[in-house]
Each structure stands twice: as C-alpha cells, then as structure tokens.
C-alpha cells in the first residue's frame, strides 16, 4: 500500500523561501512519478509541478522560476524548493503518486495522496 507523508510547511512572508519534503513508502520509485499539487480554501486542487523516474519534470506554466521539484529515488523521498513566495501560494500542499513516466498536472491521473502541510505566505 502506498503511503506518503509530507513534512515543511509553515509561515513565510512574502519573498521568503520553503522547502516541502515528502517521503514514500509501499512501492518502488523506478516505477511511480510524483508530483505536488496545493488547494487553497474555496479553490480547486491544482498541480504545481510533476516529476518522473528519470528526473525529468513538468511544471504549471505560472510557478517556472519560482519553484523546483526533484526527488531521490535511493531515499523515496520528493522535494519541492519554494523560492519568492507570494500570498497567492497559501495552500495545502500535497504530494501524489502514479505508476508509469507520464507526468500531468491533472488530479486525476494520480491515485496516491499524502495527507498535506499547509503553507501560508503573508504581506
């Protein structure tokens, strides 16, 4: 059974940085991507950045430059580095995964969840 915790929320003002951690168990990563999505109150769940299991990565168009996904795979875990964060970034954030290379940003496509750690970003 896949399992995914994520850790490294917290408060931030705007322009500081975060980094979100998550780790996996119950599967093997040569053959799961992952990938962060957040949700914030009264908001649909959106994909902020996906990766697959040869490093490469999918980003939503309005996060590229700001935010960097990566992951090792030795250790299962999946990192995402939060730099110039603004108060539009508050959200839970969660960790997905599926089996196979093909990386959407669409909730749909991943069966696996982590429970959340919520980020807020203040003015």
């Known amino acids: 059974q896949v399992h995914l915790v994520e850790s490294g929320g917290g408060s931030v003002q705007a322009g500081g940085s975060l980094s979100l951690s998550c780790v996996g168990s119950g599967y093997s990563a040569s053959n799961y991507s992952m990938a962060w999505f957040r949700q914030a109150p009264g908001k649909e769940r959106e994909g902020v950045a996906a990766?697959?299991?040869?490093?490469?990565?999918n980003y939503a168009d309005s996060l590229k430059g700001r935010f960097t996904i990566s992951r090792d795979r030795a250790k299962n875990t999946l990192a995402l580095q939060m730099n110039s964060l603004k108060p539009e970034d508050t959200a839970m954030y969660y960790c997905?995964?599926?089996?196979?290379?093909?990386?959407?940003?669409?909730?749909?496509?991943?069966?696996?969840w982590g429970q959340g750690t919520q980020v807020t970003v203040s003015s």
């Open positions: 990766i697959d299991t040869n490093g490469g990565a």
């Open positions: 997905a995964a599926k089996f196979g290379n093909y990386i959407p940003l669409q909730r749909q496509y991943y069966d696996n």
